[in-house]
């Protein structure tokens, strides 16, 4: 690999900037490929790629450096304001993960999001924000459930037998 250093000697390489156009053009393939392809996101795509290789071959590293520069500023700027968005994006996710385990509510005081156990009965959840308790119903435990099986299959038994001694009778 001796003939890429020295062919990059002097080259900017690759930075942040070049690594999210890469992972942006692939995201665009992707999607759009799902809905059959599309001309345009395609093009889009290339003239990513072709900016991507266009700026780790370049010379000029001061401008290129600016680029990254900008990019990194404006990338901070939309994390700083899309931290409650990627909140709700990551306990959404959380809670479809633990759908069959867990049950999440929110605080009635503080409308903190609080996970709790599932099919627990009612129990009674302190919230470990602000201490406020309320009471939430988390599904039916397993012994309720197994209680309610068995009454549902001796309800069947008995119908079952009821019919036997309908036909019985003719
Ligand atoms: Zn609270």
Same mark, same amino acid.
């Given at each position: 690999m001796n003939w890429l250093r020295n062919f990059m000697i002097g080259r900017y390489g690759t930075d942040s900037l070049s690594l999210f156009l890469l992972v942006l053009s692939i995201i665009i393939t992707f999607v759009t490929s799902i809905f059959g392809g599309n001309l345009i996101t395609l093009l889009i795509s290339y003239a990513m790629w072709g900016w991507v290789i266009f700026r780790t071959l370049s010379r000029n590293i001061a401008a290129r450096s600016k680029e990254n520069e900008v990019f990194l500023t404006g990338w901070r700027w939309v994390m700083d304001h899309t931290v409650? !968005?990627?909140?709700?994006? #990551?306990?959404? /996710?959380?809670?479809?993960?633990?759908? *069959?385990?867990? $049950?999440? !509510?929110? %605080?009635?005081? %503080?409308?903190?999001?609080?996970?709790?156990?599932?099919? #627990? /009965?009612?129990?009674? @959840? @302190? %919230?470990? #924000? %602000?201490?406020?308790?309320? @009471?939430?119903?988390? /599904? *039916?435990?397993? =012994? &309720? #459930?197994? +209680?309610?099986? &068995?009454?549902? =299959?001796?309800? =069947?038994? &008995? *119908?079952?037998?009821? *019919?036997?001694? +309908?036909? /019985? $009778?003719?």
């Open positions: 409650g !968005f990627r909140g709700w994006v #990551k306990t959404e /996710g959380n809670r479809f993960r633990d759908r *069959k385990t867990h $049950k999440y !509510f929110r %605080c009635p005081t %503080c409308h903190q999001m609080v996970r709790v156990p599932k099919n #627990k /009965g009612k129990v009674r @959840i @302190i %919230c470990p #924000k %602000c201490k406020n308790e309320f @009471i939430r119903s988390t /599904g *039916k435990s397993a =012994a &309720q #459930k197994a +209680k309610e099986e &068995q009454q549902r =299959a001796e309800k =069947a038994a &008995q *119908k079952a037998a009821k *019919k036997a001694e +309908k036909t /019985g $009778k003719h």
